[in-house]
């Protein structure tokens, strides 16, 4: 559970001088005999029931608090059963099963069960769903908690997906080209540097031979007969997990799950077991993987871990001393990257779930072109450097103080998170058969855990790391030479260097930084009539802030500037690009690289910046009563005038290198030439060479950084979070009211530029598939809040249809994207994109029938019923994105970017009543009428 909740919020006997390494047998450090410090037994969390059917089935079920916020049933179907149980002539049916139900059950024949839930409002791919993985399949739907019809409904789903799936003839032949078309994406025709990775590292056991997704040719040759006969050995009562989430009050889901799935009887029988093997990490084996899509060069290390059960004293003792080491040896391996001349760029260190269910210490380094050896020799010191002196007392207070703010960060996000997010934490406990404990108990557990005494835990990290075992696999673009022998001896000769104790433990924070302490101008108190307060201080700077307890103690902060690169000289564009990378590991406040990371730890606030071609901002998250120290980030990010130039120019090292591989591969002339006929010779969407990058200098990246403030187009600061309104007012004038923020500039717009329309074919895919897209850009309409509810709606509609013409009734693609570019504050376009991919032999058939269906929409407008489906769709997904605080920030900065005041950040409802089907088929004609760019990317 620790390795769970910590990666939310983190990174996630010695050995003499020259010692030989020994490599023994059997790699895993067993530790059955291992004496825990505590008497740890888990609460359990007392919101969840579980329980089992006379008929063997497995249920359990979460009531939640009732917030206000939440409004959805979370239900799941899962069963034990996926890949690995498939005959060696059934491979990908497990697969095809799961298709075929939602293609047809007895009480929902053909595509009923989507089109019933998508007219309340619900969508394919979002509130139904399923996959399948090597052990299990997952059937989701999520509906409305006020809509008792709908939920008995789903239930009746649940039952027919477990029991009554048609298999119908017509409907196996049409969903056959489909899986293949998900093949083609998935893994295609160039086997990729990942899948080779998988298939090495499961060398020797079933894996490899059972990836979910199947072998095509069975898949192209199943009949309804074969799938019946997987489904009935699999589906049973006895072989299932009925997993409900919902707010308490809104049902009975006990009682749903009894009366829908007691009376189903059938005989157990023994099901055979998976037949997965074990992954053998014995010895030293490195190897290197490249593919044509392979741009950077990195290793990717794993060695044996300790081998504990989870469920016990022991083992939550041992998880917890393995995230905490893990967490030390990335803090080390992110300052190799810091040092001049450094071999690694980017490090992290982890413990890995294996599908055998082995947990390896897994280590990833990304590295320099031609200094692979250097930098696995650096990864293998660092390593010994860790099982010989183990973490310092000043590394196990600091990462102790982490993890508590991890956990207290957790706790609170819980108690405002919807229902998907308490189901994917059930349903990852009782995937892994771990016990679903109560998130309050994790804090008490924690002060017990800290007090293991340091020699202890440095005596488990010295068995948990193991010299003389370790797969390695080196990453590298295609043409990049590899050499295993002498990468095997530059890792030996990391272990046989000789080293000092590392103790370096960063500082915080300076109490004083970035103050710039001004006056409030103007304050409009709406908290009565509309739950906001909003204030313009005295440099002109607006901020609204939304008091909430949704998530108790916590607060987000978002900054958004408008402008972006379009309020840049051309000149300083190509700096706009590294100034996310460069302003992040150059740091604030005096600490730089991992020392700014770990300060940022130890408050627990999460830290982004963004820079586009509309605008530029900073996101900061996290316990309220660090929202001084959000606000100071929020100014130093935009005022701060220094850069660390060492790290700066690791950046830019970066940058060129990614340059230099992606401008040698065939997808350059594709991407050039499509951005050409799209946006026109635009420096903004300019592909740079390394040559270009290798220019760049820090006083570029600074003249970028001034220009937020000198030359934005209009600035906001959303507040959301658990505060006082009088405290949030008063650090405003301490650290935002007099930041040198310069008047507005007028937006700057460059004219129409998709100015002819194009049809390209480009040749150089090296995947066996072909990729289309298709660019309508038009003038009108001009954007507002109707305008663009009109295009939300007209997206959803559209994207039904192409599923229906292109998916369900063809089988030319897995599916397609439907999005739109409004035409923002400084656009004179509004773009909408239709893309997806298809096998090159049915290329033109592809062409022909995206056209039809496109002249179709004009020909035939869509209908009150499908404008009225799709409002539905568009208000479900608006609900579900205001009822959290991060949905409810982004809202109401989002108002700054389309000019509309604050305060109606969530009156999409009152909007949606003016929409009507005549305006959405005027916006799908002025839209579809526009200049068309097309571009086919074929092998």
């Given at each position: 559970?620790?390795?769970?909740i910590l990666?939310?919020?983190?990174f996630v006997?010695?050995l003499?001088g020259?010692?030989?390494?020994?490599?023994q047998?059997?790699?895993?450090t067993?530790m059955?005999?291992?004496?825990p410090h505590?008497?740890w037994?888990?609460t359990?969390d007392p919101?969840?029931?579980q329980?089992?059917?006379d008929n063997?089935?497995?249920?359990?079920?979460?009531?939640?608090?009732d917030?206000d916020n939440r409004d959805r049933?979370?239900l799941?179907?899962?069963?034990?059963a996926?890949?690995l149980?498939?005959?060696?002539?059934e491979?990908?049916?497990?697969?095809?099963v799961?298709?075929?139900?939602?293609?047809?059950?007895?009480?929902?024949p053909?595509?009923?069960?989507?089109?019933?839930f998508?007219?309340?409002?619900?969508?394919?791919?979002?509130?139904i769903?399923a996959?399948?993985?090597?052990?299990?399949?997952?059937?989701s739907?999520t509906?409305?908690?006020?809509?008792?019809?709908?939920?008995?409904?789903?239930?009746?789903?649940?039952?027919d997906?477990?029991?009554?799936?048609?298999?119908?003839?017509?409907?196996?032949a049409?969903e056959?080209?489909?899986?293949?078309e998900?093949?083609?994406?998935?893994?295609?025709?160039e086997?990729?540097?990942?899948?080779?990775?998988?298939?090495?590292l499961?060398?020797?056991t079933?894996y490899p031979?059972?990836?979910?997704i199947g072998?095509?040719?069975?898949?192209?040759?199943?009949t309804?007969?074969?799938?019946?006969?997987?489904?009935?050995?699999?589906y049973?009562?006895?072989?299932?997990?009925?997993?409900?989430?919902?707010p308490?009050?809104?049902?009975?889901?006990?009682?749903a799950?009894?009366?829908?799935?007691?009376?189903w009887?059938?005989?157990p029988?023994a099901i055979?077991e998976?037949?997965?093997?074990?992954?053998?990490?014995?010895?030293?084996e490195l190897?290197g993987?490249?593919d044509?899509?392979?741009l950077?060069?990195?290793?990717l290390?794993?060695?044996p871990g300790?081998s504990?059960?989870?469920n016990?004293a022991?083992?939550?003792e041992?998880?917890?001393?393995e995230?905490?080491y893990?967490q030390?040896?990335t803090?080390?391996?992110q300052?190799?990257g810091?040092?001049?001349?450094?071999a690694?760029i980017?490090s992290?260190?982890?413990?890995?779930?294996l599908?055998d269910?082995?947990?390896p210490?897994q280590i990833?380094?990304?590295?320099?072109?031609?200094r692979s050896?250097?930098a696995?020799?650096?990864?293998?010191?660092e390593l010994k450097?860790?099982?010989?002196?183990?973490?310092s007392?000043?590394?196990?207070?600091?990462?102790g103080?982490?993890?508590?703010i991890?956990i207290?960060?957790?706790?609170?996000s819980?108690a405002?998170?919807?229902?998907?997010?308490?189901?994917?934490?059930?349903?990852?406990?009782i995937?892994?058969?771990e016990?679903?404990?109560?998130?309050?108990?994790m804090?008490a557990?924690l002060?017990?855990?800290l007090?293991?005494?340091?020699?202890d835990?440095?005596?488990?990290?010295?068995k948990a790391?193991?010299?003389?075992?370790?797969?390695?696999?080196f990453?590298?673009?295609k043409g990049a030479?590899?050499?295993?022998?002498?990468?095997?001896?530059?890792?030996l000769?990391?272990?046989?260097?000789k080293?000092?104790e590392?103790?370096?433990?960063s500082?915080?924070?300076q109490?004083d930084?970035y103050?710039?302490?001004g006056?409030?101008?103007?304050?409009?108190?709406?908290?009565?009539?509309?739950?906001?307060?909003?204030?313009?201080l005295?440099?002109?700077?607006?901020?609204?802030?939304?008091?909430?307890?949704l998530?108790?103690?916590?607060?987000y902060?978002q900054t958004l500037?408008?402008g972006?690169n379009r309020?840049?000289?051309d000149?300083?564009?190509?700096a706009?690009?590294?100034?996310?990378?460069a302003?992040?590991?150059?740091?604030?406040?005096?600490?730089a690289?991992?020392?700014?990371?770990d300060?940022?730890?130890?408050?627990?606030?999460?830290y982004?910046?963004?820079?586009?071609?509309?605008y530029?901002?900073v996101?900061?998250?996290?316990p309220?009563?660090?929202?001084?120290?959000?606000?100071?980030?929020?100014?130093?990010?935009?005022?701060?005038p220094?850069?660390?130039?060492?790290?700066?120019?690791?950046?830019?090292n970066?940058s060129?290198?990614?340059?230099?591989?992606?401008?040698?591969?065939?997808?350059?002339?594709?991407y050039?030439?499509?951005?050409?006929?799209?946006?026109g010779?635009?420096?903004?969407y300019?592909i740079?060479?390394?040559?270009?990058l290798?220019?760049?200098?820090?006083?570029?990246?600074?003249?970028v950084?001034a220009?937020?403030?000198?030359?934005?187009?209009?600035?906001?600061?959303?507040?959301?979070?658990?505060?006082?309104?009088?405290?949030?007012?008063?650090?405003?004038?301490i650290?935002?009211?007099?930041?040198?923020?310069?008047?507005?500039?007028?937006?700057?717009s460059?004219?129409?530029?998709?100015?002819?329309?194009?049809?390209?074919i480009i040749?150089?895919?090296?995947?066996?598939?072909?990729?289309?897209?298709?660019v309508?850009?038009?003038?009108?309409?001009?954007?507002?809040?109707?305008?663009?509810s009109?295009?939300?709606v007209?997206?959803l509609?559209?994207?039904?249809?192409?599923l229906?013409?292109?998916?369900e009734?063809?089988?030319l693609s897995?599916?397609?994207?439907v999005?739109?570019?409004?035409?923002?504050f400084?656009?004179?376009?509004w773009?909408?994109?239709?893309r997806?991919?298809?096998?090159?032999q049915?290329?033109?058939?592809a062409?022909?029938i995206?056209?039809?269906e496109?002249?179709?929409v004009?020909?035939?407008?869509?209908s009150?019923?499908e404008?009225?489906?799709?409002?539905?769709?568009?208000?479900?997904?608006?609900q579900?994105?205001?009822?959290t605080?991060?949905?409810a920030i982004?809202?109401?900065t989002?108002?700054?970017?389309?000019?509309?005041?604050?305060?109606?950040?969530?009156?999409?409802?009152?909007?949606?009543?003016e929409?009507t089907?005549d305006?959405?088929?005027?916006l799908?004609?002025?839209?579809?009428?526009?200049?068309?760019?097309v571009t086919?990317?074929?092998p």
């Amino acid at each position: 559970m620790y390795k769970k909740i910590l990666a939310l919020g983190l990174f996630v006997s010695s050995l003499a001088g020259c010692a030989q390494l020994s490599t023994q047998a059997d790699p895993s450090t067993n530790m059955g005999r291992y004496k825990p410090h505590t008497a740890w037994q888990p609460t359990l969390d007392p919101l969840v029931q579980q329980g089992v059917l006379d008929n063997g089935l497995r249920w359990a079920v979460k009531a939640l608090p009732d917030n206000d916020n939440r409004d959805r049933v979370e239900l799941r179907l899962r069963v034990r059963a996926g890949s690995l149980d498939e005959l060696d002539s059934e491979r990908g049916l497990a697969h095809m099963v799961e298709h075929l139900a939602l293609n047809g059950t007895a009480r929902f024949p053909k595509h009923e069960m989507v089109a019933f839930f998508e007219s309340a409002g619900m969508s394919f791919g979002g509130d139904i769903n399923a996959y399948t993985g090597f052990n299990e399949t997952v059937y989701s739907l999520t509906v409305p908690s006020d809509r008792p019809d709908l939920i008995a409904t789903a239930f009746e789903v649940l039952y027919d997906w477990s029991t009554a799936i048609s298999f119908e003839a017509d409907e196996v032949a049409k969903e056959a080209p489909v899986i293949v078309e998900e093949w083609r994406l998935s893994e295609g025709t160039e086997q990729s540097a990942g899948l080779q990775f998988f298939n090495h590292l499961y060398a020797d056991t079933a894996y490899p031979e059972r990836m979910p997704i199947g072998d095509m040719s069975i898949v192209k040759a199943a009949t309804p007969e074969q799938l019946r006969g997987f489904y009935q050995r699999h589906y049973r009562p006895d072989n299932i997990d009925v997993v409900v989430v919902y707010p308490e009050g809104s049902m009975d889901a006990v009682a749903a799950i009894a009366s829908t799935f007691a009376g189903w009887q059938r005989e157990p029988s023994a099901i055979d077991e998976p037949q997965g093997s074990a992954v053998d990490l014995a010895g030293i084996e490195l190897f290197g993987l490249s593919d044509s899509d392979q741009l950077n060069s990195f290793w990717l290390l794993y060695l044996p871990g300790l081998s504990y059960e989870t469920n016990s004293a022991a083992g939550n003792e041992l998880g917890f001393i393995e995230t905490l080491y893990t967490q030390a040896l990335t803090g080390r391996l992110q300052r190799l990257g810091e040092q001049e001349q450094a071999a690694l760029i980017d490090s992290s260190a982890g413990i890995d779930s294996l599908e055998d269910g082995q947990k390896p210490l897994q280590i990833y380094g990304t590295v320099y072109e031609g200094r692979s050896s250097e930098a696995l020799t650096a990864l293998a010191a660092e390593l010994k450097r860790m099982q010989r002196y183990g973490i310092s007392t000043e590394e196990y207070q600091q990462i102790g103080g982490q993890f508590r703010i991890s956990i207290e960060n957790w706790v609170s996000s819980l108690a405002g998170a919807s229902s998907a997010e308490h189901i994917d934490w059930l349903m990852s406990d009782i995937s892994e058969e771990e016990l679903p404990e109560d998130p309050e108990s994790m804090l008490a557990n924690l002060d017990q855990l800290l007090s293991i005494p340091l020699a202890d835990v440095n005596r488990i990290i010295a068995k948990a790391i193991q010299p003389g075992h370790l797969r390695g696999y080196f990453f590298h673009p295609k043409g990049a030479e590899f050499d295993a022998a002498a990468a095997k001896a530059a890792y030996l000769t990391g272990w046989q260097n000789k080293l000092e104790e590392r103790t370096t433990v960063s500082a915080g924070f300076q109490a004083d930084a970035y103050r710039f302490p001004g006056l409030i101008a103007h304050t409009d108190d709406r908290l009565d009539s509309e739950g906001l307060m909003l204030w313009t201080l005295e440099n002109g700077l607006s901020v609204v802030f939304k008091p909430t307890d949704l998530e108790p103690g916590r607060a987000y902060v978002q900054t958004l500037l408008l402008g972006g690169n379009r309020a840049l000289p051309d000149e300083l564009v190509m700096a706009s690009e590294s100034w996310v990378a460069a302003r992040t590991r150059s740091g604030l406040a005096g600490l730089a690289g991992q020392d700014f990371d770990d300060a940022l730890q130890s408050i627990g606030v999460g830290y982004d910046l963004f820079y586009s071609n509309l605008y530029a901002g900073v996101d900061v998250n996290g316990p309220a009563d660090q929202l001084d120290r959000m606000l100071q980030l929020t100014a130093g990010s935009l005022a701060e005038p220094d850069l660390n130039e060492t790290l700066f120019e690791l950046v830019k090292n970066t940058s060129i290198e990614q340059a230099d591989q992606f401008n040698q591969t065939p997808d350059r002339n594709f991407y050039g030439r499509y951005l050409a006929a799209v946006y026109g010779n635009q420096p903004r969407y300019t592909i740079w060479s390394g040559a270009q990058l290798s220019e760049l200098t820090v006083a570029d990246v600074q003249a970028v950084q001034a220009n937020l403030l000198q030359s934005h187009q209009g600035a906001l600061v959303a507040i959301v979070g658990d505060l006082e309104v009088e405290r949030v007012e008063q650090l405003l004038m301490i650290y935002l009211a007099g930041l040198p923020l310069q008047a507005a500039t007028e937006a700057t717009s460059f004219g129409p530029i998709t100015e002819s329309a194009q049809t390209l074919i480009i040749s150089g895919q090296v995947e066996e598939r072909t990729d289309i897209r298709y660019v309508f850009s038009a003038s009108e309409p001009t954007l507002s809040p109707l305008s663009l509810s009109l295009s939300k709606v007209f997206n959803l509609a559209l994207d039904k249809r192409l599923l229906e013409s292109i998916r369900e009734d063809s089988g030319l693609s897995y599916g397609t994207a439907v999005f739109q570019h409004p035409r923002y504050f400084n656009e004179s376009q509004w773009r909408l994109h239709i893309r997806f991919s298809t096998d090159p032999q049915r290329q033109q058939e592809a062409l022909t029938i995206l056209n039809a269906e496109l002249e179709r929409v004009l020909a035939m407008p869509f209908s009150a019923t499908e404008v009225t489906e799709a409002m539905s769709k568009y208000r479900e997904q608006m609900q579900q994105d205001l009822s959290t605080n991060a949905g409810a920030i982004n809202a109401l900065t989002d108002t700054l970017l389309y000019a509309i005041p604050a305060v109606q950040y969530d009156d999409f409802e009152d909007i949606l009543v003016e929409v009507t089907a005549d305006q959405v088929n005027t916006l799908a004609a002025t839209l579809l009428g526009g200049t068309r760019v097309v571009t086919v990317y074929q092998p």
